[in-house]
């Protein structure tokens, strides 16, 4: 705990694990706050490195970082889910690590979510856990095709995944993924992707931001738009499972929860993420206090924020050559854009995003 | 003008004069666009420097010091008026400066403000120069008392100044002010004081924010309202003023012009800022693209972003001891609190800001 404090205000150095877009704008929120971040990450160009004064550049193991780490802040949180484990366990033994390590724990393995989430009482879609080519054949007897498998830990963007549809050979999407240790999910055909952004408090207080409908595109998100188009009661429900899951977790910071919608109106959860994320990148330009702001807050121990909406909103994603527009977006009114300073251009690589808001219409 | 540029984005490194709460939240601003910024100041804890990567920490008389610095960044900008002419200059005549030196010279000398303010034919209050205690003596039987004695240059949250009233000593007043070169102005019996915030792209487009209401205490801003209690015809017109001196200055950025509103209706200019203003943190809040965005947009000569409002709003400082009320404050919905992360308190000093936000009423 770095003993130097600011005699008022909230007087707490928040140190992030991980220094991409995500750990970039929790930085910037913090800010606002007063608070004073560290960002550790193992890439010399990482984006949030740009935005703080303190910055730890090594790799995950490195236990002597990790150490001085642990010294220089006081509070720990992280932009990603797939935290390597000793750096978690490391870190967790010295000081408070929000959300805390039973969140990292369930997210990171999918078929432990999945077996959370059912033991929650929510629904997900049926699975098997797959260990080789035997269970892969038994997982798809029972669940029938489509189905998808997808390695048991560090997806992203639809990295690791694939579709096993009639005809298709089983043996050949299991080499596709990594013959890694994977989950064997019953193919959801669902109408809509939805998720839910729950913020709970060190406290205990629980607040949400409207569910979004999010559109992905090759396994991407492309486009959040809130309000999502599902009935009130669909909305309380994704709510009632945001907050079921974030008090499971005794979490505190903003719990984003991926949800499919089906025809006849039933939510199964598909993923969470302990973190903020990216379908609540529209909150900054749209709500009093945005998914980092609150993360931020609730990890330091400060009040949570109104999460109130004063806008209808899209959020789109500017990834790879979409960025190059970036002037014309600007000059765009109603038109919020965000860039995150990436150096290089890469295909599939998110390199900002524009939020489109539309003024609610009042009775 | 550093060679390492990113691919896409605007590319500049922007250099920000000045380690302030305002060069901290136009750098903040700026990361948000994906700009990377460098703050110059010379006091080692400037809470700019907590939100940015590089700095510069040296006095403004330093050459070596603003040699290198205009060898790191594309464009310097300024969070204060009173930059050193001689590190205006000597970075003027290496690299863009913006708002450009001219702006500065008019701002930094009330007699030169107030003579520019009225060779664009705009009303100020009625004024001498006063260079000695003869002089003073002169202007007070011309202008009548009361009647304010300012430093020419150097003041601000009402430091330098002194009214004249009935019975005191002019050669008190006058010491009082330090015995500097002067100004003094007649007393404007106004009903209230608003500011205009315009910016003026590098193209040339003007746009502007609401004028809003100021109501200062011992000298400080604590609280500006949004929108201010002013007739339509007087709205015009103060936009109007804004407008007019900053085409006058051939001005790029946000332009701060604060204006008497006498019972008559009229405004008078009472004083420019050539920056981001106190009376415009409010917009970081209630508008699509803060004051903070909008200037670094304008000198990085990117488009500019809307000024439109989506809450009425009054913004209150938090100064000295007011900022010990953070926690209750951080609790209220519709309030959007802001901290500089400053480590000392002290009586006078701006610790903070809350916008506390009405959504507009709509037919």
Redesign the interface.
């Known amino acids: 705990m770095n003993p130097e404090?600011?005699?008022?205000?909230?007087d707490q150095i928040i140190g992030i694990l991980g220094g991409g877009q995500l750990g970039?704008m929790l930085?910037?929120a913090g800010?606002?706050?007063?608070?004073?971040c560290q960002v550790y990450a193992p890439e010399p160009e990482s984006p949030a490195?740009?935005?703080?004064?303190r910055?730890t550049e090594a790799d995950y193991s490195d236990e002597v970082a990790l150490a001085r780490f642990a010294e220089d802040v006081d509070i720990v949180t992280y932009e990603f889910e797939n935290v390597p484990d000793n750096a978690a366990r490391f870190l967790s033994s010295r000081l408070t690590v929000r959300p805390g390590a039973r969140a990292l724990t369930v997210s990171q393995d999918r078929v432990v979510e999945k077996t959370f989430a059912r033991d929650c009482g929510l629904d997900v879609p049926d699975f098997e856990p797959v260990d080789d080519e035997a269970d892969l054949e038994r997982a798809l007897a029972r669940l029938g095709r489509p189905a998808v498998l997808k390695t048991r830990r560090f997806g992203y963007d639809g990295k690791g995944q694939a579709v096993i549809r009639m005809g298709d050979d089983p043996a050949a999407a299991y080499a596709a993924i990594g013959r890694q240790p994977a989950i064997l999910e019953a193919f959801v055909p669902f109408e809509r992707e939805i998720s839910v952004l729950t913020v709970r408090g060190a406290d205990g207080e629980v607040r949400h931001y409207d569910p979004v409908e999010n559109v992905h595109r090759g396994g991407i998100l492309r486009t959040s738009i809130v309000p999502a188009q599902i009935p009130a009661a669909t909305t309380i429900a994704a709510v009632r499972m945001g907050r079921v899951l974030a008090e499971a977790l005794d979490y505190v910071g903003v719990l984003a929860v991926e949800l499919f919608v089906t025809a006849d109106g039933r939510l199964l959860v598909n993923e969470m993420a302990p973190r903020v994320h990216n379908s609540g990148h529209w909150t900054e330009?749209a709500c009093?206090?945005s998914q980092f702001e609150n993360h931020m807050?609730a990890v330091a121990g400060?009040?949570l924020?109104?999460t109130?909406r004063?806008?209808d909103a899209v959020m789109q994603n500017l990834i790879g050559a979409d960025?190059?527009a970036?002037?014309a977006i600007?000059?765009e009114?109603?038109a919020?854009?965000?860039?995150?300073?990436?150096?290089?251009?890469r295909d599939g690589r998110k390199?900002?995003h524009v939020t489109r808001?539309k003024?609610l219409?009042?009775g």
């Open positions: 404090r600011s005699s008022v205000g909230p970039r930085a910037l800010a606002r706050l007063g608070l004073r490195f740009d935005v703080v004064r910055i330009a009093h206090c807050r400060l009040p924020g109104s109130e004063h806008a960025v190059e970036w002037r600007a000059a009114d109603g919020v854009l965000h860039l995150y300073g990436k150096r290089d251009q390199m900002g808001l003024t219409s009042r």
